[in-house]
């Protein structure tokens, strides 16, 4: 029995997403998505964690919470909050902490607690998909802040906040990347950081910063944490390990004071993220985390040099690009010619998956020539192929490269 005879489709809700399609397998170049390097995975070291860790205090999975209550694995907590400290500035106590299936259940916890349709926030013109597609689904109006090599451009979201003041709208908060931002891999620095801080203040806008890849700054040694700069609160920061450790994990974090956590924690509704998990990393990082990091990001600078290289050698002057300053993508501009969300399918058809840059931007016609690619899991010579191959199919369909 197939068991799709019986028809949902008159008792769906209106507003749902469209229908997903079927999962068909990894494309042979799969430039899309947040993937990371398999070849870096700590697996000796998270077998002997779980191994560990199992034995010493296994029992307490018979509960749920673990013996943690509600905000997830106390020593993970912990461990967070000694490495927030240690390289964001932020003072925080585990207890300012709560532990989430990925940092996308911190954005739905986050939008759950302050966003109601007909709102407006404000966010980098270039952003990370997952939060754009979040907005659009509450009936949240995004205002883009564009940015420059050093991320949001503050004398923009100074204006922009002085605009919606005129127009009477209090945007709920400023929704900011600023450490390796995504797609564009900027850094803001410390000193638009407090600018930012202080936008905020004046205007009474939150600040809510994810700080999804701060791990991944090629320097090793990141700016404070917005977080850590403003005095007065008023920010939300959250965190995960899919980009330092492994995404299947599903662990993210936010940091929030009471007044904000205790009304996020009611939200969360699945009664505790998965606990062996939170296990197995607080006990694998607490010993390794600062070996590993240094190790994946050679790792990837070095893939990232042969995707810089490979389309040098294919697109030649066509693809214009920043070098990131850290994570695990590119940001691409091709010709205006090219219109990404036409190339995508094409190159699918190839074998090679781009993510097309309107998806990436609230800004559709700025970003219609650009693509983000994801270097991180591909191999060395899968990244040299697949550029090659993208190039071809491009050439193919808007005559570019020449
Ligand atoms: C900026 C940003 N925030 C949050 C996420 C969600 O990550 P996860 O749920 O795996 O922690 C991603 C994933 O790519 C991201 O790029």
Redesign the pocket.
């Known amino acids: 029995m197939s068991g799709d005879s019986f028809d949902f489709t008159s008792l769906l809700p209106a507003g749902l997403p469209p229908p997903a399609q079927r999962w068909t397998g990894r494309p042979k170049y799969d430039f899309t998505?947040?993937n990371n390097d398999a070849d870096s995975l700590p697996l000796e070291g998270l077998m002997a964690a779980a191994d560990a860790v199992l034995r010493r205090e296994g029992r307490t999975l018979a509960t749920y919470g673990l013996n943690s209550g509600p905000q997830g694995y106390r020593p993970l907590r912990e461990f967070l909050a000694a490495k927030l400290k240690a390289d964001a500035g932020i003072a925080c106590a585990a207890d300012d902490i709560l532990i989430t299936?990925?940092?996308?259940?911190?954005?739905d916890l986050v939008n759950g607690t302050l966003l109601e349709r007909g709102d407006t926030v404000i966010l980098e013109e270039d952003c990370?998909q997952?939060?754009i597609n979040r907005l659009t689904r509450l009936g949240v109006t995004p205002v883009g802040i564009p940015l420059d090599r050093d991320g949001m451009r503050v004398d923009a979201l100074a204006a922009a906040l002085d605009d919606l003041k005129r127009r009477s709208i209090r945007p709920k908060y400023i929704y900011t990347?600023p450490t390796v931002q995504?797609p564009t891999g900027t850094v803001l620095p410390v000193e638009r950081r407090r600018e930012m801080l202080a936008l905020s203040a004046a205007h009474g806008v939150p600040i809510f910063e994810?700080d999804?890849?701060c791990d991944l700054i090629w320097s090793g040694s990141r700016p404070p944490a917005i977080y850590a700069l403003g005095e007065q609160g008023g920010v939300i920061h959250?965190g995960?390990?899919?980009?330092s450790i492994a995404?299947a994990l599903?662990?993210?974090y936010i940091v929030a004071p009471w007044n904000v956590m205790s009304r996020l924690l009611p939200l969360k509704t699945d009664a505790g993220s998965g606990a062996l998990e939170q296990m197995v990393l607080a006990e694998y990082c607490a010993g390794n985390f600062s070996r590993h990091v240094p190790m994946l990001r050679k790792s990837l600078r070095a893939k990232l040099v042969t995707l810089m290289e490979s389309l040098k050698e294919h697109f030649g002057d066509a693809a214009e690009f920043d070098d990131p300053k850290g994570g695990i993508f590119l940001w691409v501009k091709l010709p205006d010619g090219v219109d990404a969300m036409k190339l995508f399918l094409p190159a699918r058809a190839a074998g090679v998956v781009i993510n097309p840059g309107p998806e990436w931007s609230v800004n559709k016609a700025r970003s219609r020539s650009r693509m983000r690619l994801c270097f991180a899991s591909l191999s060395h010579e899968e990244i040299h192929q697949g550029v090659a191959a993208l190039a071809e199919v491009c050439r193919r369909e808007f005559g570019v490269p020449a």
């Open positions: 998505g947040g299936s990925g940092s996308l259940q911190a954005l990370y997952g939060s990347i995504n994810d999804c890849y959250i995960s390990f899919s980009k995404p599903r662990v993210g």
